[in-house]
T-cell receptor, first 113, second 113 residues
Framework: DQQVKQNSPSLSVQEGRISILNCDYTNSMFDYFLWYKKYPAEGPTFLISISSIKDKNEDGRFTVFLNKSAKHLSLHIVPSQPGDSAVYFC????????????FGKGTLLTVNP | KAGVTQTPRYLIKTRGQQVTLSCSPI?????VSWYQQTPGQGLQFLFEYFSETQRNKGNFPGRFSGRQFSNSRSEMNVSTLELGDSALYLC????????????FGPGTRLTVL
């Protein structure tokens, strides 16, 4: 049973436009959510996180939105750059922890020049 | 500061064999987590070691085991290999504080024939 779902395996956007990556979860015990980015032949790199007590967190071009009632979160990248092309993983945990993360299967983002 | 290193990067084994993978964390980090990435299941948490003790455990069979040494280096062992164990095995290190960011290594690609 996939507790964290990223229903779009891939997304293609034009440089300069907004990229929106979506993630749904089923486990209501999750209270901490993270986004990781992964380039080929490298390990995932932490991007941004959000606690369930918030509904938005921003870091530069990256903003994560959390809708607890819908059990949905999204990552917005504005403006998108070709260097953002990578696989993006959504992850969740219980107890506000960075450990024992449950990951989605990832979304491949391609930003076209 | 050197990143997380994993050895070997690639490994080919046959069914029934056993394998040991190694992870050297970032200097000063005391926590090491292991994840398995497969196309079908995505990234799944195996276990986490902190100060030579297993602190968290995922839902994998007992064929998957690990240990951590006094210098924080960690090894993961898989016994009686099955075809389904073919995956990218990632390790991540952090200082050990539950809210601290995890830094991933590039992974070991294991192929079981």
């Amino acid at each position: 049973d996939q507790q964290v779902k990223q229903n779009s395996p891939s997304l293609s956007v034009q440089e300069g436009r907004i990229s929106i990556l979506n993630c749904d979860y089923t486990n209501s015990m999750f209270d901490y959510f993270l986004w990781y980015k992964k380039y080929p032949a490298e390990g995932p790199t932490f991007l941004i996180s959000i606690s369930s007590i918030k509904d938005k967190n921003e870091d530069g071009r990256f903003t994560v939105f959390l809708n607890k009632s819908a059990k949905h979160l999204s990552l917005h990248i504005v403006p998108s750059q070709p260097g953002d092309s990578a696989v993006y993983f959504c992850a969740a945990s219980v107890g506000g922890s960075n450990y024992k993360l449950t990951f989605g299967k990832g979304t491949l983002l391609t930003v076209n020049p | 500061k050197a990143g997380v290193t994993q050895t070997p990067r690639y490994l080919i084994k046959t069914r029934g064999q056993q394998v040991t993978l190694s992870c050297s964390p970032i200097s000063g980090h005391r926590s090491v987590s292991w994840y398995q990435q497969t196309p079908g299941q995505g990234l799944q948490f195996l276990f986490e070691y902190f100060s030579e003790t297993q602190r968290n455990k995922g839902n994998f069979p007992g064929r998957f085991s690990g240990r951590q040494f006094s210098n924080s280096r960690s090894e993961m062992n898989v016994s009686t290999l099955e075809l389904g164990d073919s995956a990218l095995y990632l390790c991540a290190s952090s200082t050990g504080t539950v809210t601290d960011t995890q830094y991933f290594g590039p992974g070991t690609r294991l192929t079981v024939l």
